[in-house]
């Protein structure tokens, strides 16, 4: 077998580095950051992943860039350039509220997926991916140069910790004077969490379970209190670290997509799937007209979930083939599903042969291996009854 | 994990038993901690030849596929068919219960050129080093 080793030097660290190497966890290179992978000592990334579905995991998620936007001299500068350079509605959202969004190139293609967070009035926080980071900040500050607004790039202030799984806000709320109970998912708070006054909670997650997203000081010395804390504090239910492994066996059972898989530079909202973060009617924004256009021209392809008939796991970049034998498209994450003890993907298709129960052919090694189209998300999350009025429980992020 | 002193390693982390003229095979212990949770296994059928240095079968966890190389040359006379059932075995005994397959060696002397378990862990030592 080959091994894999990320190399040592030049990658990026969070604050939490030390703490994970110090739980023996398996680090990688991801998107040029040191991340922890799975922390073998502890079970690993099965026993990580059904914890999180079972009672509660923790994970750090530093990595991820926060830009914030405020307006300068104008009312309602932040409130135009949000407008102007994400897909979704920002006018519907209220102070605390946050919603999955997308930035989207002239040509209606992906230059990330983001949570966008209204802190106030005119003050937005978007929360973007890891790998595509620098790029999404030099392209906010372009595409928004001509708006009354202030670009701050908050991504080396905090410490993102997410606390994710049916039994997180147990947890949390040993830590928080916050009352989260009537914290709605998608919607934030501020309170003091480890003793640390006004600090951001958020109802969010990339696990497709309930779960929390709170943004401490970058200090080592504080985040790695508020990561231990929140270890003990998750004792009694059974709580493990969570590393990048268990992140994505997550979001990929829940089809949260992930950039450079599901969605990319060359991939545009219609085909991704992501229609009802998509709001064309609120006005002109960055890549609608090439979305008009590509909604009267058609789709070509469509993400599709598959499951696997006969043996073997689909990965990566496999190609799917139809019944007939042609070559229709490729797969973007496949992996094994612990939640559901079948193997999983996503892929790219032709909408003729997108409906559930169409039968394709997934290239492994050479082989052709029988595999189903079924409806997605693969696992949802029973609901205790839903609360009228809460927000719908299918919204995505990175 | 102890590495058994009398077996020998290879540096993709393949190990190989003989005894008389048949082999068995299997994959290390840092070979199975670096994967994490084996879910799937291919291996060759009984009959398959193997070649030295070439890819025989793959060892999959959540996360990754491993393909698993021929510490030498030979002709499979079995294959671990428990592991179909159960490939979590590997992580359990890499160096026991779950071996992959037994052959029949064309050149046993081919062996000579692999490691023995001081210079294996010394290796894995190393590498340990570079993370």
Redesign the interface.
Known sequence: ??????P?TQLRKTPLNAVHRRMGA??VNFGGWDMP??Y?ATG???AEHRAVRGAVGVFDVSHMGDIRIRTGRTPGGALAAVQHISMNDAAQLAIGQAHYSAMLYPQGTFVDDVIVHRLGADDYLLVINAGTREKDIAWVRENTAGFDCVVEDLSDAYTQIAIQGPRAAEVLQKLSDANLAPLKSYWFTHGTVCGLANTLIARTGYTGEDGFEIYVPADAATSEKVWNRVLEAGKEFGVLPCGL?AR??LRLEAKMALYGHEISETINVWEAGLDRFCKMEKGDFLGRAALERARAAGQTRTLVGLEMIE???A?DGYRVFSAAGAEIGAVTSG??S?TLGKNIALAYVPPAESAPGRIVFVEV?NQKVKAQVVATPFYKRARKTAAPGAAPQTAQRT | MAYPPQYRYTKEHEWIQVQGELATIGITDYAQQELGDVVFVELPKAGARIETGKSFGTVESVKAVSEIYAPAAGEVVEANAALGEAPEKINADPHGAAWLIKVRLANPAELNGLMDAAAYEAYIAAKAKEH
């Open positions: 077998m080959e091994s894999q080793t990320s040592p398996k680090m992978v799975e073998p690993g990334l099965l492994g994505n066996t043996r073997g796991i990965r992996s094994p612990p090694r």
